[in-house]
Structures are given as C-alpha cells and as structure tokens.
C-alpha cells in the first residue's frame, strides 16, 4: 500500500509540474486577456515591459500603441475567435470591446469591418 501511496504522490507533481503548458499558458503568463488596442502608434516608444511577471498582480504586459506597457488585465471565455477571411470596405465599427461585453459563451471577436460577439471555434 506505501508504494502505491508514493506512486500516486509523484504521478501528481508530475501532472502539478505541467499545469501552465497543459492550460495553455507560458510560465510566468498571468491568466486572463489584453484588451483591445485600437489606438494609434506612438513612435519611438520603448517597451515598459517584457513579461507579465514586471508587471503588478492585476496587470499583464500588452501591446497598446504598437509598444508593450503594463495595463489591467480583462477576463477571457473559453475557445478561439473565428478567423474571418473577409476585407472591409466599409468604416470600422465596434460592437463590444471585450468578452463581458457578450452574453453566454460568446467571445468578442476582430472582424473584417472591427469587433463583434461571435461563438468560438474549439482548439
């Protein structure tokens, strides 16, 4: 019975030591999304960060104004957005800007002509 004891022990800090790769995140990646960034480059602006890890418990380090800074991190549903194949013609509009913004299990999504609840794809 100890022997089994202590094989089940190791099978679990074995599967412990795999929880970031198995869900998906890189170590030192916090949970969570960057929200969207629909603001204009600021040129010649030097990255704030590198990785999550500089930045405080509720921020993550996300491009906005095409340079990476510390801003607060925005909750993520489950699934990928859909690729959507399609180029606009037309002026952008956004009808949400994060995935609160949609009801259920819907995901705010880019789009050809900007954002828009769309169900995910799996994978």
Known sequence: MRIQSYFFLMVLLALGSQLPRVSGWKKGEKSGGCPPDDGPCALS??????SDRQCPSTYKCCYRACFRQCVRRVSVKLGNCPRDPLHCLSPTKHMCNQDSDCSRSKRCCPTACGRDCRDPTRG
């Open 45 to 50: 602006v030097p990255d704030q960060c590198m």
